[in-house]
């Protein structure tokens, strides 16, 4: 099994920064991938970004040039920087681990979701 704890969200002034984190733990074999994802009120769950294992990331448009994620393997956490925020990125964000355990094959693990609000 595999639980996920997600810290960093906040309520932030447009063209401000916030750091969202993401730690894994439990009897995990292998990770997939991680990432980020997020959902605004009325609308589905989209993706913001994620990293694989083979090192390859995929970015939404709307968030390029200005988020970054980043994984630890050995701490296996991922981290979003997020710039330039504007309010349009408010949503609650959701960490996603995509891994194996002793018990379990291949499995989507989500976390709770963490309330990121960008306002004046």
């Known amino acids: 099994q595999v639980q996920l704890v997600e810290s960093g969200g906040g309520l932030v002034q447009p063209g401000g920064s916030l750091r969202l984190s993401c730690a894994a733990s439990g009897n995990i074999r292998s990770i997939y991938l991680m990432g980020w994802y997020r959902q605004a009120p009325g609308k589905q769950r989209e993706l913001v970004a994620l990293?694989?294992?083979?090192?390859?990331?995929n970015y939404a448009d709307s968030v390029k040039g200005r988020f970054t994620i980043a994984r630890d393997n050995a701490k296996n956490t991922v981290d979003l920087q997020m710039n330039s925020l504007k309010p349009k990125d408010t949503a609650v964000y959701y960490c996603?681990?995509?891994?194996?355990?002793?018990?379990?094959?291949?499995?989507?693990?989500w976390g709770r979701g963490t309330q990121v609000t960008v306002t004046s």
């Open positions: 990293e694989t294992n083979t090192g390859s990331t």
């Open positions: 996603r681990v995509d891994a194996t355990t002793i018990m379990r094959p291949r499995y989507d693990y």
